[in-house]
């Protein structure tokens, strides 16, 4: 049985790594299959590798399963308490980076699931990844 929701603290790259094993066990025990699994654990990996680089308190990843506008989905919810975004726009934009990187972290997350949204401020970042449960 899935359990309701599972919270992980993310401030190191084992965090991230357990988060990427424990999206990929709930994906698949809520009833998301093959491909729906791998591009949610992407989308989730790609997130927490940039929370991990953009701040320094590290944050957290809560995975849930929870209804939406009557359909069931997974849910990926990844919280800092950084600087925040200052231009969403721009930091979704392919090739877009603030550092080394290829610039395509936020962008392939965003790709790979059916809803993502991004609250920011000066406070932190929020982040909701959404996979829809598809009925057999």
Do not use: C, W
Not at 116 to 122: L, P, V
């Amino acid at each position: 049985m899935t359990p309701e929701q599972i919270d992980l603290p993310i401030h190191t790259t084992a965090d991230v790594e357990r988060a990427h094993q424990l999206v990929r066990a709930f994906s698949r025990d809520a009833g998301l299959t093959g491909r729906d699994v791998d591009e949610l654990v992407l989308a989730t990996s790609e997130i927490a590798r940039n929370l991990l680089k953009h701040t320094s308190a590290g944050g957290s990843v809560s995975i849930s399963r929870i209804e939406v506008n009557g359909e069931q989905v997974v849910q990926i919810e990844i919280r800092d308490s950084g600087p925040g975004i200052p231009d969403i726009g721009l930091a979704l934009q392919e090739g877009y980076t603030t550092g080394s990187g290829l610039g395509s972290g936020l962008s392939a997350a965003r790709r790979n699931v059916d809803t993502f949204t991004i609250d920011s401020s000066s406070e932190g970042t929020t982040i909701r990844l959404h996979k829809r449960i598809k009925r057999s």
